[in-house]
């Protein structure tokens, strides 16, 4: 079954620490990967995503995501996270040859203390 | 202008009761979702439909029913609301296209649903 795991559910961090956040996914074709970010009280916003190229993608406000095929992995990093992005954060995947169906994985609170 | 746009932006309703929750997109995306978001924070997409036909449809209680009068409307229709339906409803679109830009989704702002 195609499913996506995000295996820490709550993270607590001070501002000027570095930030890993795991994501795991299970599919047997090639996938598109995505983060998404859910700041509280807002919807749910884009943050990066991955189709092809290079393994290591840039989003917005620094956060980037490496992708390991071998490991199914897509895991997101920052070098210093700030108090603003506490926030809720979704992986998601979907097959590229799927009908358009994204499962998001069950998310990751991210409280960064000031 | 607001992309995607949900209405009511909260819901408060009995048991038993029968209500909807309005989605429209003015993106020119072809394709739009509904996703519940539960108290755990939990997403799981419900619907899909891509140009007004239903592609996705997960296990969902037949209460919930999607209708799409245009590829910039969804709406949701739940009947018989039950306590286990409250959650947040995001609606969500995309544009089908190459692999270089698929199905990134625009989401709404949520409509949160309670019910008593």
């Known amino acids: 079954a195609q499913s996506v795991s995000q295996h820490n559910h709550h993270v607590i961090l001070s501002e000027a620490a570095s930030l890993e956040l795991g994501c795991n996914y299970s599919y047997g074709g090639t996938v598109n990967l995505f983060w998404y970010v859910q700041y509280p009280g807002q919807h749910l916003q884009l943050l990066l995503k991955y189709f092809s190229g290079d393994p290591l993608v840039k989003g917005i406000k620094g956060f980037e995501a490496e992708f390991i095929k071998s490991k199914f992995s897509f895991n997101l990093r920052k070098p210093s996270v700030q108090w603003s992005d506490t926030a809720e954060y979704f992986c998601a995947a979907e097959v590229q040859t799927g009908a358009n169906n994204l499962f998001f994985g069950t998310g990751t609170r991210l409280t960064v203390i000031p | 202008d607001t992309a995607v746009s949900q209405t009511p932006k909260y819901l408060v309703t009995q048991m038993g009761n029968d209500k909807s929750i309005k989605c429209e997109q003015n993106?020119?995306?072809?394709?739009m979702y509904w996703y519940k978001q539960d108290s755990k924070k939990f997403l799981k997409i419900m619907f899909s439909y891509n140009n007004k036909e239903l592609i996705i449809n997960e296990t969902v209680p037949n209460r919930f029913s999607p209708k799409s009068p245009d590829k910039a409307h969804l709406n949701l229709h739940i009947n018989s609301l039950e306590l286990g339906d409250s959650a947040v409803y995001f609606c969500a679109s995309s544009l089908t296209g190459d692999y270089s830009g698929a199905n990134v989704l625009t989401f709404g702002a949520g409509s949160r649903l309670t019910v008593l």
């Open positions: 993106l020119g995306h072809d394709t």
